[in-house]
């Protein structure tokens, strides 16, 4: 007959004020996997993960996974600090002052 299937859903809550949100399309680098909440830099290549070294770039942070080699991402807004999704070696104290000149402010 029927199966009942269960599933969990944790809700993240990323959005931490009313400051304006704008959200930009963009292509990934090539051989780049963009995560969901990453902060993000843009180059020539196209947009990628950020790292402690590219913050000179720093673009915005995605709003959803990858795909099809494009990616939405978020150019504005406030933010929860603890919904990011960081990588390796970058901290919310480093990118705090560098998204502040972008319009992205981290609480």
């Known amino acids: 007959m029927y199966e009942v299937k269960?599933?969990?859903?944790?809700?993240?809550n990323l959005f931490a004020?009313?400051?304006?949100?704008v959200t930009q399309t963009g292509k990934v680098k090539t051989s780049s996997t963009v995560r969901?909440?990453?902060?993000?830099i843009c180059t020539a290549e196209g947009i990628s993960e950020?790292?402690?070294?590219?913050l000179t770039d720093l673009y915005g942070i995605a709003a959803d996974d990858s795909t099809d080699g494009g990616v939405v991402c978020y150019l504005t807004?406030?933010?929860?600090?603890?919904?990011?999704?960081?990588?390796e070696s970058v901290t919310v104290e480093v990118l705090k002052p560098a998204f502040r000149k972008l319009g992205?402010?981290?609480k």
Request: proline share 11%.
């Open 36 to 40: 969901k909440h990453t902060p993000v």
């Open 50 to 54: 950020a790292t402690t070294g590219g």
């Open 17 to 21: 004020g009313e400051f304006p949100v």
């Open 6 to 12: 269960t599933e969990e859903n944790t809700p993240v």
């Open 104 to 106: 992205i402010f981290l």
């Open 77 to 87: 807004g406030e933010f929860f600090a603890s919904a990011l999704t960081l990588p």
